[in-house]
């Protein structure tokens, strides 16, 4: 694409030779020859001076030395992400159809426009809706639906009776419905399975990493919201309920029965105990524990996890321990010096 | 079914009308009509009040207000259990023996009534005794054996020589065999892989979660023991041997050659260091980390794990801090006074 | 293998029946007749005594009792990996070529030796090196290329455009290329995916165990350098750059972009927050969360990592908050006692 063309779909305006033909974007220190790279930090202006990359998408009130030819946008970031969407170029799908080499259950009802790719099982009273893509090597569970415009990559499975919402994405080796983790105990210590009768219920524009688990109900449902978004190897337990917009980064863990309110953030390696309720809008640092009910709004850090501004309190007390120490044998001198002087 | 024949069944005594139909179980929250539900905990005595369920099994003492037909029960929380298999509908298994589309070479020995699903591959020497499933796109390495009545679910993958047991369980994407992390470190860092050669050896009454990992031995093998119940996305090393009735709740990983005695108890995301021997009947707190040998019956917690009084004084202390600063600058004013009357 | 015959393969002198049939390797403890174990740590010369091995290899001073054979090395654990490789049965590779029941595109560019298991998706214009091996079940996505002399097992996926490079295993149900975690969210906290258009990028030597996740970058490339080994279930995030010879044990995350110096060791359950420089040569501490640039050679451990010899007083001194609370209440009191006399 010629660089005049690029600019004027990121609605920019360049300096310098616009004939020049741009074939990919890169960032500012891995680009070469033909691509072009952005600057949106003022941070890392002094990397432009050193690049290789044929165009830079600036701000407009960039000053700063560059070899490259200037794009200059209103926002660099926005800018550079609708450039690099141009010179994309997406997988191609599976055929619209079933793969001959898919087996699929004669009753399964597919809407217009469905993938099934090579080797996906597809068992029977299946209900896939428009458009809905299965990379390959899916397993899809008696029973189960999936809903309009969804695509789940290779080696996804879900087990039966699963509902999935519209829009879904599904990355690959994702589980939906496996048992959740239930055993009564005897005397001995010998556990006994509590059947999982449950199912999960997975609402529209939810986007679910790779690896990830998400256990069926013990009975009633395993709830995702709208608009969640799950990162990779997160692990959700049987009967949790997790509200709309709610986001759990990679390797977060929720247990058993515990609900969450719309918009919480769990950040990385996080987890929170069963059977509590935590609120809307609430953050919970990475690595942190939560084990107590959280109301609206909170943010928590630590394991256990406490209000972020108490855990830091006690962490800076921590680092001080140490000079405490010195203080106080201090302290113990000049009291024994007091009591020295009192008796004559 | 009929509302009086489901008490029969469940042992209980029922107060209204016999003859409503009920079609499914729900939480006392979510159940609609032809549902029942119940309450096994008084604490949500007042939940009953508003529910939408027709009937609910209460205890025989219960006295509070429901507009459910009641169904009074020695256990509410096992009859309820028990009234929801009733409604259970399980997913079809696969026909009995080998799908026209599963990959199985010609020297495997199977039980009556054994059922390999489509697309799965069972590779050479393999044997699978009576009754169990393979349900689909599974793989069953070289000479590995699986014992009579075992389920596993898609997307299951065995490497060569492993031994499981009977009545095994093992969900979706979960992985068992694969090499241990082990390397030799020349001077500059460079690693070189010392060979993976023993296996895993799973006892009978096993049940192992989704995308989980279980490592095969340096030589030798990886133990786990009778009636050992494993989470998902949980990590077992080399060499790892867990006794008898051990539970390891999600996320935990056991590094290598760590021994661990019957019935201890890993809670979710904690973890245990290699080469160490861990007692029976040990709980370890969730996220913690073991570090060092720990006696039988022990508690820890905290990472790295103490005994766990011991954690939760550390924890209050620790939270007393400031106040604890703010007495030791308040003695200290008090000296300096003391010391300034000395001088006369 | 004649015990004489053994001994010369391992350099060893045996002392007693050279004739004795050895066929199989095994732990001190485990090993029983026909087997040969070894003792390397003097600390275990007790179990010697009681073995049921056939033959035990030593050290050439050793002196203490063992009814077995002896073999004397001068290195007893390396002579002992030696022994056990000489009775590894390996499972038999697919054949040559591509298994009948893959689905392979046209187009493909498979080396000399290539061998494609049953069951595998190879999409269009992948190329894959000579002799490398597709054990069953794998997908590979299109456009990527695997280098020589590789190993993919059972149910490995990897995404479109992901290069991988020479002599790399990759164990069953790890995931290479999925997309990064990245959205844009608005004032309602809706998030908007971000187009995760970059690859991923694996340089040759490497090593990545099952069911682990490395994401594609968002745009240019998420990268594993030469000779890096990662463990089980290890989470790689969009755009991490990984050194040379890194080794990211189980269970460890790596947030986005963040880099990382040559043969710096993350221990299991540790983790990176996002954007950081961390040195080469860095050693982070088990359960360790880095939250900050770290230098070279550092050595890290706690949440949120600090240097380990600060962290061990923190917590030596954390242990002794209950004593130091005491000493504090003495000094009151004998400061009590001082005001008191002071007063006439």
Partial sequence: ?????????????????????????????????????????????????????????????????CPAVLIRVKNPDAAFAKAATL??????????????????????????????????????GVKIGARTVLVANCYIGYRSEIGEDSLLYP?????????????????????????????????????????????????????????????????????????????????VAHNAVLGDHVVLVAQVAIAGSTTIGEKTIFAGQSGAAGHLKIGSGVIVGAGSGVTKDTPDGAYVMGMPAIPAAKMKRNHAGLMLLPKLKERLAALDLRVCKLEENKQP
């Fill in 87 to 124: 010179f994309y170029v997406p997988a191609p799908l599976p055929a619209i159809g079933v793969h001959p080499s898919a087996v699929v259950a004669q009753d399964v009802q597919l809407g217009d426009g469905v993938r099934i790719g090579p080797l996906c099982v597809v068992e029977s």
């Fill in 155 to 235: 080696q996804v499975s879900l087990r039966e009776f699963v509902k999935i919402g519209k829009r879904a994405i599904l990355h690959n080796g994702t589980v939906v419905g496996s048992d959740g983790f239930g055993y009564s105990v005897d005397g001995n210590g010998v556990r006994t399975k509590i059947q999982q009768i449950g199912t999960v219920e997975i609402g529209d524009d939810v986007e679910i990493g790779a690896n990830t688990t998400i256990d069926r109900a013990r009975f009633g449902k395993t709830r995702i919201g709208n608009g969640v978004k799950i990162d990779n190897l997160v692990q």
């Fill in 1 to 65: 694409m010629k660089l005049s063309e690029l600019a004027a779909k990121i609605e920019g305006v360049f300096s310098g030779d616009g004939t020049i033909n741009i074939h990919g974007v890169a960032g500012i220190r891995e680009a070469g020859g033909g691509e072009i790279s952005f600057i949106a930090n003022p941070r890392y202006a002094s990397e432009a001076a050193l690049t290789q990359a044929s165009a830079v998408i600036v701000s407009e009130d960039w000053n700063s030395d």
